[in-house]
């Protein structure tokens, strides 16, 4: 039971608000926000997604830019409320389209018409788009195409200030484009966030998938879909869960899952047969399927750090990064970051030369070096050279003070599983009925960390 939901922007200002129990003070938003900007505490850069504060339990998630919070005096489950503000984000956006304080603004009483049918007194009714439209009776206001991002399949995963992200689709669930007509058309994303945590001499020491089949349909009268997936498929560990192993039916090729869960709309009469999954797909954003891999993969980057002293208060950085993705790929919006010696006083940068689309900093509050590339087309290398100046005599090994080299990225049209669409058909209405289908691949960063 939750007492507040608001939605702040990066300014702090308040531009959703909905009290539901009335026992927290009103004042929460700017309490919340002072606490979350001047955040100090174990030296950490950011809040936690839930602290508490007089009594007032805060829970918070950042969705493209915005915070999305509620707060309660009660001992609720943290995972329960954090996903509930993520589906309010994601009903927000089925329904608007875009999901940014703009639009967020032009729509506010379409946004507290949805909040009083998701939430009443504190407790949660529904996060279903398809079911909200029984109850919602207000039109979303468009925001001007002209301002937005091409739809175009390459343009969704262009990274940037001013750019959507690759999993958004810039359309509304229940309002028709200009003419009063619908484009047919349906989208599916596989989205895989990884972690891999190296060794000093570059051996991985942990990997992990977490993958999520998103799919958004703009198709009328909701037809049936059949998405199959790979064929050679395996699920579960040797002696595990499933009735599948690494070594025996599943074959060495093969993609193995360690466990995976379904949309309650998924049918899964053929699953074990063809590896097909049968849905008739909800309005709105969903995830068909969400699985997690643990066995080794190909990393897509590899980092190497070597440092050495050069003097007793100078000591030299060189930090390699090379994508290990074909050449027709390309990697956006990496940053490396890596923590230095808290005695370290100045930083001079040296890049190679003729680099373009490349940024340093060295963040002196945090002792952090951050080194942004904005793209990175796979199989290139690509080098930085810091020179350290200390303020005073190290009395240790610098490599035990510094690091570890950690990244985050964005890889359109990669995913290191290899799990595969191999096709997606509807159901046709008619002979001449053919949406269109897009299928997209992503990869992230989740956690990719390298020691020194």
Known sequence: ???????????????????????????SAEIFFRKVKFWKEDGGEEAPPVFNVDGVNYFHVKVVGLLFVATSRTNLSPSLVLELLQRIARVIKDYLGVLNEDSLRK?????YELLDEVVDFGYVQTTSTEILKSYIFNEPIMIDAGRL??????????????RMPGTAITKSVVANEPGGRKREEIFVDIIEKISITFSSSGYIL??????????????????????????????????????????????????????????????????????????????????????????????????????EE????????????????????SANTILVQMPLPTYTSRVSFELEPGTVGQTTDFKESNKRLEWSLKKVVGGSDH?????????????????????????TFTIPMYNPSRLQVKYLQIAKKSKTYNPYRWVRYVTQANSYVARI
């Open 206 to 307: 942990t990997s992990e998938i977490d993958g999520t089949i998103l799919m958004k349909s703009y198709l009328t009268g909701n037809p049936e879909i059949k998405l199959a997936l790979n064929e050679d498929l395996g699920i579960g560990r040797a002696g595990g869960r499933s009735g599948y192993d690494y070594g025996g039916s599943a074959g060495s090729g093969a993609v193995v899952l360690d466990d995976c869960n379904f949309h309650e709309s998924v049918q899964l009469d053929s699953f074990d047969v063809d590896r097909t999954l049968t849905l008739v797909p909800p309005d709105g954003e969903f995830p068909v399927m969400n699985y997690r891999i643990t066995q080794e993969f190909k990393p897509p980057f590899r980092i190497n750090t070597l440092i």
């Open 107 to 111: 729509n506010f009483v379409l946004v």
């Open 1 to 27: 039971m939750i007492s507040q939901f608001f939605v702040l922007s990066q300014r702090g200002d308040s531009i959703v608000f909905r009290d539901y129990r009335g026992d927290v003070p009103k004042g």
């Open 383 to 407: 080098t930085l050279r810091a020179k350290l100046t200390f303020s005073q005599e190290s009395h240790g090994n610098i490599t035990k003070e510094a690091g570890p080299v950690s990244m």
């Open 149 to 162: 991002p091409p739809l175009g399949p390459a343009a969704m995963f262009m990274q940037g200030s001013k």
């Open 310 to 329: 050069a003097g007793s208060l100078k000591a030299e950085v060189i930090l390699k990064i090379r994508a290990e993705f074909p050449s027709d790929i």
